[in-house]
């Protein structure tokens, strides 16, 4: 498996991911979640301090996982899916760490996760590798769970 960053060729498999599984999975509570992004992958995620990850073997995409600066201090770990084929073989994780060690690198102290109770297993994912929930928001007749980790450094500053 190799884990880098999402080029033009990409795309059109990321879209197609990303929407299969908002549709087949997540139905309404994919709308708590504007899209726009994943059509527009080169000029969301091209700042310095952004990037966004996919995973692939063989030439098949495997999952992806993107950080966006949310200030000097906070990134948001988004858009965490991996194929339904590849489930529960440490690709997720994977995914999770290379997204962490980026943050790292760019000296931000926290990454934020925002999940919906339906999206359990990326919740899961997210607080094995030291997300902590922070609060759990009330929309309509489901939740959305803010999780957080703090970040750092080498030498654990």
């Known amino acids: 498996m190799n884990i880098r960053k999402v080029t033009r060729a990409d795309i059109p498999k990321v879209i197609k991911l990303i929407i299969n599984i908002l549709e087949t999975e997540f139905g309404k509570e994919a709308m708590a979640y504007p899209q726009l992004d994943i059509y527009n992958l080169e000029n969301t995620y091209c700042g310095p301090r952004d990037a966004f990850f996919i995973a692939e073997k063989n030439g098949i995409l495997i999952g992806t996982a993107a950080i966006k600066e949310d200030d000097k201090e906070n990134a948001l770990l988004r858009r965490v899916f991996v ?3 590849f489930r529960g073989k440490g690709y997720g994780k994977s995914l999770v760490q290379k997204a962490i060690d980026f ?3 760019k000296h931000f102290k926290r990454i934020f ?3 919906t109770t339906r999206m359990d297993t990326a919740l899961f994912l997210c607080k094995k590798e030291g997300f902590v929930e922070q ?3 009330e929309l309509d007749d489901f939740q959305i769970i803010v999780c957080a980790r703090d970040i750092t450094d080498a030498n654990g500053k």
């Open 135 to 137: 609060e759990r928001l």
């Open 103 to 105: 943050c790292t690198k």
């Open 113 to 115: 996760f925002r999940g």
């Open 83 to 85: 194929n339904p084929k």
